[in-house]
């Protein structure tokens, strides 16, 4: 008598069909998870740049506050003197600041000028906010009787004219209203506006 060997009809196990699909889905779920987190990174990567850039804009603005503190007389959009200590190259001056009481519209080679304009290298993004000044000691004291330096200050300014640093006097108050402007990528790629605001 001779026996045979039979399978059993319900035996477990997988085709070659569900494994290929149950691969596949894998493979997608995967892919699918890796596009997440490389979306939650490059979110992450613009949100740092943002508050990075914000410190640097209020940094920079409560400069130009201490500085207007102390200040003998500022011009706000003063016409180019050719006797500031340093040479403006096409830049636009938005503000001047007087460190000489003798010279209170800030026109003469003492005069701390902060101006717009293109930059100084390639380098920078975009346009630059300048600042035409004396270096600060380990103190945090000016040294007015150093040499004056063009330093920049940001860059990313919007390239339209007017915007990226402004100055203006307030309507009922002696003070001045002041407003830096980025144009910073965003995690779409178009360019995000980042503004800060400061009465000095």
Do not use: K
């Not at 102390?70 to 040479?87: F, I, L, Q, T, Y």
């Not at 930059?119 to 975009?126: E, N, S, T, V, Y």
């Not at 004396?134 to 004291?141: H, I, M, N, R």
């Amino acid at each position: 008598m001779t026996r045979s060997r039979s399978t059993a009809a319900g035996s477990p196990g997988f085709t070659l069909l569900e494994l290929m699909l149950s691969l596949s889905l894998g493979a997608l779920l995967f892919a699918l998870m890796l596009r997440l987190i490389g979306a939650d990174l490059q979110l992450g990567r613009a949100m740092a740049l943002r508050l990075s850039e914000s410190s640097r804009q209020r940094r920079s603005l409560e400069l130009i506050r201490e500085e207007l503190g102390s200040a003998h007389g500022w011009m706000v959009d003063p016409p180019v003197s050719n006797r500031w200590p340093c040479r403006m190259n096409g830049r636009r001056p938005v503000l001047a600041i007087a460190t000489q009481q003798a010279d209170a519209q800030a026109r003469a080679d003492r005069a701390i000028v902060y101006s717009v304009g293109s930059a100084p290298d390639a380098i920078w993004r975009g346009e630059v906010l300048m600042r035409c000044g004396p270096a600060y000691s380990l103190d945090g004291v000016p040294n007015l009787r150093g040499a004056f330096q063009n330093r920049v200050l940001l860059d990313a300014l919007p390239n339209d004219i007017g915007s990226g640093f402004t100055a203006r006097p307030h309507p009922q108050w002696p003070v001045l209203q002041l407003e830096v402007e980025q144009q910073l990528p965003s995690s779409s790629g178009a360019p995000r506006s980042l503004r800060s605001r400061l009465a000095a």
